[in-house]
């Protein structure tokens, strides 16, 4: 066999005798016959060009192609980085409740199904209840996410009309969505106020004009201005579009139901307030700081939440019954409020203590050091971030075990940094840090499953 196996003039063999041996049909059972042939294919062509291979070797690599294939792309991570509600590592991780709840709701369900009368119901009747009980509005909806939220209230409310917005809040959210594009999109015309640092009432009174249908506050959740800085406290907004007949639009973004700060977290403006300040509709995240799956929450008044129900946009945007459903088992825990910093993993993390953080970054150096055996392995301490644009200047106190590349090299430490990265989210359940200052960080603010974290480290292959 090794001598076919070198021979140039190697002949493949065929695919059906390969599908059929032990092995073959071993693979067929597994993975079906379609995939097994279409890897064993790739495998004898790959044998082809380098020259020959035996049967073994080839249905060992068909194997490989077919795990890899089967394998789930989307799969859970460590997520180490230091942000807790980090866009590119699935913002929020949902409560057992709401996970639960998700699976329930997989099969038949009531989704828009009226139980007691036996007919047609609606969708966001499972929610809207939450909705107004917590945050005191007449009503309420949702939408796939915060930014489809913004679309259909700009959409339905000022089409064809102006709405009044600072200079200071015409933000880019990330990913390409940008205030002043989104506006336009939405058909509404930007009408832009004041300066980017100072905005006064008066620039507001003064554009006011027949064509206003709304005033638009955005918070500029994602950076900070600071210095010689002035805006319209809400409270005056939502006076002066009253005293005009026009709406008043509270853009949240973060959509915080509790006060954070009896965590020690700073202030983050709630969606009551907001409302109490006289707010005519506010929209807010789900998968934020209220710590749900991605969704979009419309709050406000009934009139205004009916238009958009009524908005063709909002059957375009409407959630799915998992989305739904973990909502709505996220929006049941508040109702307990004292509980929910233990219940919703996002509060929690946020809320966590450095000295506990520390004592797992302890353990983990621990378990660490005896693997990276040429790396310097620290505690040390460093601040963590919320995450997804919220409290964007405000850091939290933490603590990571830290990599530091071996003494003895010289150059290529910025490479050599990259690989250790790299190693990391190699691992079966990838572990994700940041490299700063010439080490490798691991914040362990969001690590809670340790045993999970140190049990594959034995795969680790440390460059
Ligand atoms: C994050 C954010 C959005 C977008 O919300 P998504 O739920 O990510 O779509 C919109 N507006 C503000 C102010 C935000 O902070």
Not at 120 to 136: A, V
Request: hydrophobic share 45%; charged share 25%; proline share 4%.
């Amino acid at each position: 066999m090794q001598d076919d196996a070198q021979s140039p003039s190697w002949r493949p063999p065929s695919l059906d005798a390969l599908l059929r041996s032990a092995s073959g049909a071993d693979l067929v059972a597994i993975f079906g016959r379609q995939a097994s042939a279409a890897c064993l294919r790739d495998a004898i062509q790959a044998a082809r060009t380098a020259g020959g291979s035996d049967d073994a070797a080839l249905l060992g690599d068909a194997a490989l192609c077919l795990a890899k294939r089967r394998a789930l792309s989307i799969k859970p991570v460590f997520n180490l980085t230091g942000a807790v509600l980090h866009t590119n590592l699935g913002r929020a991780p949902l409560a057992d409740t709401a996970i639960s709840a998700m699976q329930q709701a997989s099969g038949f369900v009531n989704l828009e199904y009226d139980l007691a009368k036996g007919r047609r119901g609606e969708r966001d009747s499972h929610i809207t209840e939450w909705l107004t009980t917590l945050t005191g509005a007449e009503a309420g909806l949702v939408v796939n996410n915060n930014a489809a939220a913004v679309m259909a209230v700009l959409n339905t409310l000022s089409r064809g009309k102006e709405a009044i917005i600072s200079r200071g809040e015409l933000v880019e959210i990330g990913g390409a969505f940008r205030m002043p594009e989104v506006m336009v999109r939405a058909g509404v015309k930007l009408r832009e106020v004041g300066a980017t640092n100072r905005t006064h009432l008066k620039d507001y009174e003064d554009a006011i004009t027949d064509k206003t249908a709304m005033i638009v506050r955005v918070r500029p959740s994602n950076y900070a201005i600071t210095g010689f800085t002035s805006s319209v406290p809400e409270k005056e907004l939502a006076a002066l579009a009253k005293a005009n007949d026009v709406i008043f639009y509270d853009e949240l973004g973060a959509g915080a139901l509790v006060d954070f700060r009896q965590w020690g977290l700073p202030y983050e403006r709630t969606v009551q307030e907001a409302l109490s300040d006289g707010a005519d509709i506010v929209s807010f995240s789900g998968d934020k700081l209220l710590g749900g799956p991605q969704a979009g929450m419309i709050v406000g008044r009934a009139d205004l939440i009916k238009r958009v129900a009524k908005n063709p946009l909002k059957r375009a945007l409407r959630l799915d019954k998992a989305t739904l459903a973990a909502l709505a088992a996220t929006l049941q825990l508040y109702d307990d409020p004292d509980s929910v910093a233990e219940q919703l993993p996002s509060i929690r993390l946020l809320a966590r203590k450095v000295d506990d953080i520390r004592q797992t970054a302890n353990r983990m150096a621990d378990a660490l050091r005896p693997l990276v055996a040429q790396w310097a392995v620290q505690v040390e301490g460093c601040a963590s971030q919320i995450g997804s644009g919220a409290l964007p200047v405000d850091m939290l106190p933490s603590a990571a075990v830290t990599m530091t590349v071996p003494e003895a090299i010289m150059r290529g430490r910025g490479r050599r940094l990259d690989r250790l990265a790299a190693a990391f989210r190699a691992l079966p359940q990838p572990v994700i840090g940041r490299i700063a200052e010439d080490r490798f960080w691991l914040d362990c603010r969001c690590l809670e499953d340790e045993a999970g974290f140190i049990a594959q480290l034995g795969e680790l292959q440390v460059p």
